[in-house]
């Protein structure tokens, strides 16, 4: 018998159905998950079948769309109902399609940061490690597809612990370069699959984004390594930068942006210096263009969250730019990232570090843009204080530039009053003349 037959017939001992999968979870059990793409949907469906669990709780790098589970549960809440929540499913970054859930409550959304989540994991009870997947490579090797995340550490955590793995195989998933193989000797149950993948494109055009992304061009310089994070505002200011030349991508996300750059010919790669000639991130979520794009591609490198978004590592790129949104920044320079809308942008603790990291690279840049206004420009997004509920995601400290459609506020090293001014110029014209009242009130100017 050949090698390859071996790894054939050991496989196929371990295919069970998404229910067989399901039925081995127990109650009290804490399940990891794959998120975004390679999210693994039969197995949620099939675990949503199970009404006899209670204490369970499944966790996941980003929710794109709700497990049925979660659908009960907050159909449940929409009628004045208590819901029955013997599964709770909890998430770092929240898709649209969650975003109902998780702001009321019904889906828990963790803020620890993304760096330390295995480091987490490793102190706390993982019962169970669901990973989504391609398939096996030629070599017999499971691969990781669209989602790195920290999935490595814990396959690694999970072999030194009695934790249950189960990969629920989808081959419509790219199979991906980079940290992304594990082997099927790790692998307790195998479910396989076929559905269609989650497809997150550049998005409808924003009326602001066109401003935005012109100031945003003139700040970014040929040959910058670009981090872009996943929000709809960020994404259509980056294909303004398609003038630009020898661009390069060091980023936790890999989206759209990045390949529309390469095809106009301004992102290139080959001036990057770390890790030259190659993307570095930690997931892809896109178009079905760009998913047959990264299949294979060794140009396309995915790897850990705690390797890509390590401060020294992104700060080893010169000319490093992160491009960030914010959902509001105060007159001192306190950047919101997060607010009780809970919309899809990246995690905090991400953003941060990118921020922070690229502005401290040599020649390099932390950007972030936000519309200057919301709610038809009734509200402001530029305020003398934060809203409650809104999360600092980069603290006054570390800020560097704001851009809004109104021009560019650059903060770092500038004084509490530079900064004021700099930041009402940016504001909409509308609520200028009340944020100088407010911040005279406040003693800031």
């Known amino acids: 018998m050949t090698a390859g037959s071996m790894i054939t017939e050991a496989y196929r001992q371990k295919v069970v159905t998404a229910e067989a999968a399901a039925a081995a979870l127990h109650n009290g059990d804490t399940a990891l ?17 199970r009404p006899d669990l209670t204490r369970v709780t499944v966790i996941s790098p980003l929710a794109l769309t709700p497990p049925e589970f979660v659908q009960r549960q907050q159909a449940a809440v929409q009628v004045g109902k208590s819901p029955r929540r013997g599964i709770r499913f909890s998430c770092f970054d929240v898709g649209p399609a969650m975003k109902a859930a998780a702001c009321s409550g019904v889906v828990d959304v963790l803020p620890a940061n993304a760096r330390a989540m295995a480091a987490l994991m490793r102190a706390s009870k993982l019962d169970v490690l669901v990973v989504g997947s391609p398939g096996m490579d030629p070599e017999g090797n499971f691969n990781l597809g669209c989602n790195v995340d920290w999935m490595p550490d814990m396959l690694s955590m999970a072999e030194q612990a009695e934790t249950l793995v189960i990969v629920e195989v989808n081959p419509n998933l790219p199979h991906t370069e980079g940290e992304t193989t594990f082997r099927l000797e790790s692998v307790d149950y195998v479910v396989v699959t076929n559905r269609k993948l989650p497809e997150v494109g550049i998005g409808s055009p924003l009326l602001e984004a066109h401003a935005i992304g012109a100031y945003v061009s003139s700040l970014v310089p040929d040959e910058a390594t670009l981090h872009l994070d996943a929000s709809d505002v960020v994404r259509q200011v980056a294909v303004q930068l398609d003038t630009k030349r020898d661009l390069g991508v060091h980023s936790d996300f890999i989206g759209d942006p990045f390949l529309y750059l390469k095809q106009r010919g301004a992102l290139t790669c080959r001036r990057k210096s770390f890790m030259p000639n190659k993307w570095v991130g930690c997931y892809v979520l896109g178009s079905g263009t760009l998913y047959d794009y990264v299949n294979g591609n060794d140009t396309v490198g995915l790897y850990p969250v705690t390797f890509v978004a390590e401060a020294a590592n992104i700060a080893r790129n010169q000319k490093m730019v992160s491009i960030t949104r914010a959902c509001q920044v105060d007159l001192t320079g306190q950047v919101a990232g997060v607010s009780p809308a809970y919309e899809m942008a990246g995690n905090p603790g991400t953003q941060q570090v990118f921020h922070a990291a690229a502005s401290l690279s040599s020649g390099g840049k932390g950007i972030v843009v936000l519309p200057s206004t919301s709610e038809s420009h009734s509200v402001s997004n530029v305020v003398a204080h934060l809203t409650p509920g809104h999360v600092v995601s980069i603290p006054r400290t570390e800020v560097d530039t704001v851009v ?10 500038a004084s509490v009053r530079q900064r004021v001014l700099s930041l009402i110029a940016v504001a909409h014209p509308a609520h200028r003349d009340r944020l100088a009242s407010e911040a005279r009130s406040a003693g800031l100017i």
């Open 33 to 49: 998950v794959s998120g975004g793409a390679s999210s693994p949907g039969a197995f949620l469906e099939a675990l949503s079948a």
């Open 404 to 413: 809004t459609e109104n021009g560019v506020a650059s903060l770092r090293g």
